[in-house]
């Protein structure tokens, strides 16, 4: 009560506490969890902590965890009155700022709350006929998967964050999986969205495996990063249980030959449930390949589908000239310890000066092998004078093209300013990859380390954007700043 009255003033601060308390809203206001939900996992975040330049106080006053929808119209609608920002927020797992709290320094200082979505956590409906779920945005991604496998089903997402990210965070991001080369990454899962506008109003897209009805509004809301609303829950497809899994790993001689080798499985309509190709410099430092690279397949469904998925491959693979089958263990290893990499970036994020992120992009076939050579030359021209290197592997394919996963990791030259090398090479991987035309991010989303690249990709439409903004959200309480909106 007393860090929120000077928040929001005292009488200001009991209203809140009694309307909230009779809404049976949960709101903590410690300053330890007020600094927590600040950020998100931004690396420029976790440097900028690190080298202690960040403010010794949190940029948000509250945080509210609401159980059902009407509550979280309630808060919107009061936060239009009070001219409050709500940050929509699931797990927090963000690394571009996404779901970080705008710094107090750069507008003048609103009341600004997190909206924490994980007691909204169920499995609403399984329609087994349909094969469809209506599951609830704060449900992390490893408990409704494991819900969903209690019953048969899997929702075929697997992100390497899945322990710590939510449902509709994912919705809000256009989040990847491991395996969406088979299921789609979340936006081709998503069949219908709730959730509520930035002033209050409750709205639903309509259930169909299809229609005709435009425009898309489960497009408009899923990526919008918690500027246009928030997503309460949405209705998914679900697939039963896979009856086998079977594992492929391949030594090829160079990244294009692996890249084309892969592109004539996909345009045969062959769907492995991950294809994953580490660059010769990747090949070389993680997995001690002295030439080639590195190429692992999983098939993951019902027993046929598996063995004819299995046999196609193999068959197509011995045609292709410069490809070596290792048989099922590199894919195994790979399998086993598929979640643990991600998690080590804190070690290396952990030492003065050093920088450490990763940079997913996508572009059509035609275009990958250029755009990952395009992207690393960027990298070893911004590195003039300190030391940056740059791994790469592919690893969600589809019928036109695939992503290209870059994991930097650099020394800044000079005693001071981490963040202001971190920015330079990001600004020019980013201009790397428009100059290439490829999409700035496959899964990772926007947030606010890729707001100029976002604005100049979207040309003319970043105007429509922002005035749609406006006309939904006009007081800007919703994750303001975010998407430079
Ligand atoms: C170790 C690690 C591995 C990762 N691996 C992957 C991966 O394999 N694939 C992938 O796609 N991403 C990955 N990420 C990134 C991150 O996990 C995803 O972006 C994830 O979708 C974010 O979910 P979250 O619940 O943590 O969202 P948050 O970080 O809490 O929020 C992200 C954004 O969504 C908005 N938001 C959250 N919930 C809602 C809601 N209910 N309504 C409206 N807006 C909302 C927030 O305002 C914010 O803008 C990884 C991150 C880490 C740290």
New binding site residues.
């Given amino acids: 009560m007393k860090e929120l009255e000077t928040a929001f003033g005292k009488s200001l601060a009991e209203n809140f506490s009694s309307e909230i308390q009779s809404s049976g809203f949960e709101v903590v206001d410690d300053l330890y969890a007020r600094r927590v939900y600040s950020k998100?996992?931004w690396p420029r975040n976790l440097i900028l902590d690190r080298e202690a330049s960040l403010p010794n106080d949190a940029n948000i006053d509250a945080v509210v965890r609401p159980v059902e929808v009407g509550q979280i119209s309630k808060l919107l609608k009061l936060a239009n009155e009070m001219n409050w920002v709500v940050?929509?927020?699931?797990?927090?797992?963000?690394?571009?700022g996404?779901?970080s709290a705008p710094s107090r320094s750069s507008a003048p200082k609103r009341p600004t709350l997190v909206l924490d979505?994980k007691k909204m956590d169920r499995i609403e409906a399984l329609d087994e006929v349909s094969m469809v779920a209506k599951v609830q945005?704060?449900i992390l991604g490893q408990v409704l998967e494991e819900n969903l496998n209690a019953r048969g089903f899997t929702m075929g997402h697997?992100?390497?964050?899945?322990y710590?990210?939510?449902?509709?965070?994912?919705?809000?991001?256009?989040?990847?999986?491991?395996l969406s080369t088979h299921y789609g990454?979340?936006e081709d899962m998503v069949l219908s969205v709730e959730?509520v506008l930035p002033t209050g109003e409750i709205f639903a897209t309509p259930l169909a495996p299809r229609l005709a009805v435009g425009p898309d509004w489960n497009h408009v809301?899923v990526g919008?990063?918690?500027?246009l609303?928030?997503?309460?829950s949405a209705w998914v497809k679900v697939h039963r249980s896979p009856q086998d899994r079977k594992f492929l790993g391949f030594h090829v001689a160079s990244t294009p030959d692996a890249l084309d080798g892969v592109r004539k499985w996909l345009q045969a309509g062959l769907r492995p449930a991950a294809v994953r190709i580490y660059d010769e410099e990747e090949s070389k430092l993680l997995h001690g390949y002295k030439s080639g690279v590195k190429l692992i397949v999983v098939v993951e469904g019902d027993f046929p589908y598996v063995d004819f998925t299995m046999r196609e491959l193999d068959k197509m693979a011995s045609q292709l000239s410069g490809w070596e089958n290792l048989g099922a263990d590199p894919a195994e290893e790979w399998w086993a310890k598929r979640y643990d990499i991600?998690?080590r970036?804190q070690q290396i994020l952990s030492h003065r000066r050093m920088i450490l992120d990763t940079f997913e992009v996508s572009t059509t076939w035609s275009k990958l092998p250029q755009l990952h050579l395009a992207v690393k030359a960027a990298a070893k021209k911004v590195s003039e004078g300190g030391l940056l290197v740059l791994l790469a592997h592919f690893s969600h394919f589809y019928h036109s093209g695939g992503n290209i996963y870059f994991t930097l990791c650099g020394r800044n030259p000079d005693e001071e300013g981490t963040e202001v090398f971190y920015d330079q090479v990001w600004n020019a991987l980013l201009e790397a990859c428009q100059e290439q035309g490829a999409a700035i991010s496959h899964?990772?989303?926007i947030?606010r380390l890729k707001v100029a690249a976002f604005v100049r990709s979207h040309g003319v439409l970043y105007e429509a954007l922002r005035k749609f903004k406006n006309e939904l959200d006009p007081r800007r309480i919703l994750?303001p700043e975010?998407l430079g909106l």
């Fill in positions: 998100d996992l940050i929509p927020y699931g797990a927090g797992s963000s690394v571009c996404s779901a979505l945005a704060g697997f992100p390497s964050s899945i710590c990210s939510s449902f509709g965070g994912y919705l809000a991001t256009r989040a990847a999986g491991q990454k979340i959730g809301f919008s990063e918690g500027t609303g928030v997503l309460t991600s998690y970036q899964h990772h989303g947030g994750n975010n």
